[in-house]
């Protein structure tokens, strides 16, 4: 249900409700019901942020990593077999760097 805009209007419907019972107490019904809209625009809003939020957290690292086949190793030894050691690390360094960075 997280991962719905149905969620968004449960969670907002909440917020404008308790606002509009919480606001009636003190105020008239027209300015409880304005309090009440606009309280379920800032609960809706707030719900979009936390299903965004858990997305985010549970997003699928797997698909992230691409996992070489043999043909793939292959094709890399040929390249690096081309260049002299000088060219192999810079190509080390510059893929440590990029690692690095994706772990940041």
């Not at 209007?9 to 009636?24: K, P, W, Y």
């Not at 719900?47 to 890399?76: C, L, P, Y």
Request: negative net charge; hydrophobic residues 50%.
């Amino acid at each position: 249900m997280v991962r719905t805009w149905k969620f968004n209007v449960i969670f907002a419907l909440f917020g404008c409700i308790v606002a509009f019972f919480s606001s009636l107490l003190q105020n008239s019904v027209s300015t409880s019901i304005i309090r009440a809209l606009i309280a379920f625009v800032i609960f809706f809003v707030f719900a979009f942020i936390i299903r965004w939020m858990m997305a985010f957290i549970q997003k699928d690292v797997s698909t992230q990593n691409m996992s070489f086949t043999s043909s793939d190793e292959i094709e890399v030894e040929q390249m690096v077999e081309n260049l002299n050691e000088e060219e192999q690390h810079k190509v080390a360094e510059y893929i440590r760097q990029l690692l690095n960075q994706e772990e940041k």
